[in-house]
DNA sequence: ATTTACAATGTTAACGTTATCACAACAGAA
DNA sequence: TTCTGTTGTGATAACGTTAACATTGTAAAT
């Protein structure tokens, strides 16, 4: 039995031609009615609105781009991201480009050993032809990347590029109001000792979430035990070695705030380890809302960074950065939103 | 000499006319050695590679597809996956698409229930006005949209599609030889007791799983305690909750298989609340190589699917299916290989 | 009634590529 | 020599849309 193997005949779609004749009117009337440029009279509107939908009419993408000449290539580069990050980073920066007929390129500059090599990212992304990047830390906090692509004079967006680049464009979310926001929440949840887990150096936003914690303990007139503090590396193992310690001095901290969902999760292994409960013990916090936060039990309370969101703006800014015809200013900087997650992994001390 | 009006400052893109120019010959020309028609000669095809290397040209994908080039919209479709598996599975398409010169467009169909509404599916997809769909799991088994597929005439290939449409285009491992694998590993290393957690029953893999599992059972004359065999859903706490029965049986296994990372990792986590040390009382291991299995501790033992590469031969196939003539038979079915991967969590039993 | 202004629509020419067919060059066959 | 292919190459017309400019209608101002 021979299978049939039929190539599927794609039914022609429908083109704006077909609508305006439909209609009885011009494609530019048609046109103008798709793209809302008012200045069409209402009765047409109405007429061709009904004939689009009447025929399905879906504007051809690569036409409408290809005419008016703004499709872009973007780079997305990045550096040995957590999968969950990236994911949703490419499902944000994807749309975007969908939504904008721009065509999404990745440069994966990641590396066995987790240096990052300055040198080798200008090299490639000089090569690349791009149109524009968009950065993802830590690579967005490298002043040295961030001088050679100003130098190249190629486009470029950063993603919670912290203190570098204050002029850049950029898009992040107020990491230190966050990690202040999760604290007071814990705080008005009744804890006193609070333990917190700085991520890596490498990462401008490690720094920014320190002093958001800070802050809202000085707020509330509580101190910081120094032991209570430690710094890990953004991952799950740095985790259970920063718990090994803050759980093992003498009055142990009632919660833990981890500046990522990794080292939260790790925390919450090594503090079973010690024979701890969580949250009844103690209660552990994160960052990130990754994942993990809800593949893990308990699942995690934690800061929820609208990543994908992120992405999305990163390729509008860039595409209105890139089409700006140099007389209006644009926006540069965009503060996206972040909210607190409360899940299983926090509650008030007992 | 009257050049015509340029937009503004801001430098053009390249076009195959300058190319063309440049090189001493025409459009038509360029536009053949970049597709690669064998009708060129020699030199001229060297003169033109190199101009356009000089220029750095690169096609304009917009107009490719404009012009009825082979350029196609391809879908990708997701269901609830894990992130760690979707972002592996976007790097992969991504990259085969920039090669291939396709445009990716994501159908995200997840839904909160985690239910899967085959007909909200169908009615997207014809809807989208794709030209190819690659279907991963568990959509990739679902009988009804893969007929509404053919009844439709799109074309798509299948991620790991199990039993279901045997003579679709499918891109897959061996997953009952891979599970048959890894049980003779545990094996090999001396375990005689093993346990098995199953995954979710809609995943057509977790049938072959268990049916490689009990082969290599079998064939080493080994028996399963049917105690120690427990379904999951593929989620953390389901490996929780595996643990929580089989571990507290009369005489509990020295390893456990989970069909999956996360229900590996929630197995260790219930294995620790009994007291179990992992791997020194028990081992564990499980399916997948996610983010997960290194992201925790101990370091996963586990399997590892190409799922990039799967992605990627996805695409392939979809290309050449489409632009297939009728008249040549295409491969329709890519098998890859696995591979075990050796970490921590798992020891000979002592 | 005539001008003026502007709103509403239409016309034409791109946009960058490939398909199609035409043509040139050059071989081998008659 | 002339004819007949074959192999390169070029000219031109799409593809579906929007930009830029041209034209028409219409109401207010003179």
């Excluded at 509580?222 to 209570?228: A, F, T, V």
């Excluded at 142990?252 to 500046?259: G, K, N, Q, V």
Aim: some cysteine.
């Amino acid at each position: 039995m021979t299978q049939p193997r039929r190539r599927s005949h794609r039914k022609q779609p429908v083109t704006i031609k077909e609508v305006a004749e439909k209609a009885g009117v011009s494609q530019m009337t048609v046109s103008r009615v798709i793209n809302r440029q008012g200045l069409v009279k209402e009765a047409t509107r109405e007429k061709v609105e009904q004939t689009i939908s009447e025929l399905h009419y879906r504007p051809n993408l690569m036409a409408r781009r290809l005419a008016g000449g703004k499709s872009l290539f973007i780079g997305l580069v990045y550096h040995n991201p957590s999968q969950g990050y990236l994911s949703k980073l490419l499902v944000g920066a994807l749309n975007a480009c969908r939504d904008g007929g721009h065509h999404l390129v990745l440069e994966d500059l990641s590396s066995e050993d987790g240096e990052l090599n300055p040198q080798a990212v200008i090299d490639r992304l000089r090569q690349s032809g791009l149109d524009g990047i968009i950065l993802t830390p830590p690579i967005s906090n490298n002043p040295d990347v961030i001088a050679a692509l100003q130098k190249e004079g190629i486009a470029y967006v950063g993603i919670a590029p912290g203190a570098t680049d204050p002029d850049g464009l950029r898009v992040e979310i107020d990491d230190a109001e966050a990690a202040d926001s999760m604290t007071q929440y814990l705080i008005d949840q009744g804890h006193r000792r609070i333990g917190f887990v700085m991520g890596h150096k490498d990462h401008a936003a490690s720094i920014s979430r320190y002093n958001g914690f800070k802050l809202a303990m000085k707020r509330n007139n509580l101190e910081i035990n120094p032991d209570h503090v430690e710094t890990g590396a953004f991952t799950y193992y740095s985790g259970i070695e920063a718990g090994r310690k803050i759980l093992t001095t003498k009055t142990p901290p009632t919660a833990i705030f981890a500046s990522n969902d990794d080292m939260a999760a790790g925390m919450i292994a090594a503090a079973r380890g010690f024979g701890f409960k969580v949250p009844k013990d103690i209660s552990v916090v994160g960052f990130d809302d990754t994942d993990l936060a809800t593949t893990f039990w308990p699942q995690l309370t934690t800061v929820r960074q609208p990543i994908a969101q992120m992405a999305e703006k990163s390729v509008d800014l860039l595409s209105s950065y890139i089409h700006n015809d140099d007389t209006t200013e644009i926006e540069n900087r965009r503060l996206l939103e972040f909210s607190i997650v409360k899940r299983d992994s926090a509650i008030p001390p007992s």
